[in-house]
């Protein structure tokens, strides 16, 4: 069973930084990719940052330069460091894989900025 428990979320003020962290479970995580989504408030989800099982990185345009993913395959384990965050950036933060034809998603956490 697939399983990814996101931490780190919390309350921020603008300019400051916040690393979350999503630990996987079930999974053979060296061989596939991830993602981090957030969803703000009455808005769609949408993907802020992905990593490929090689290491190959994209972001969101809103974030480029501000956030930055990374992987510890040893841990099992996805990160999003975020810089310079601003109060656009408050939302819920998701980690992401995706297996086969099925799209797995933590529980989220919060991420609120204050200006």
């Known amino acids: 069973q697939v399983q990814l428990v996101e931490s780190g979320g919390g309350l921020v003020q603008a300019g400051g930084s916040v690393r979350l962290s999503c630990a996987a479970s079930?999974?053979?995580?060296?061989?596939?990719?991830m993602g981090w989504y957030r969803q703000a408030p009455g808005k769609q989800r949408e993907l802020v940052a992905g990593?490929?099982?090689?290491?190959?990185?994209n972001y969101a345009d809103s974030v480029k330069g501000r956030f930055t993913i990374s992987r510890d395959n040893a841990k099992n384990t996805v990160y999003l460091q975020m810089n310079s965050l601003k109060p656009e950036d408050t939302a819920v933060y998701y980690c992401?894989?995706?297996?086969?034809?099925?799209?797995?998603w933590g529980q989220g956490t919060q991420v609120t900025v204050s200006s």
């Open positions: 990593i490929t099982r090689g290491g190959t990185t």
């Open positions: 992401n894989t995706l297996r086969g034809a099925t799209n797995y």
């Open positions: 079930g999974i053979i995580f060296s061989i596939v990719g």
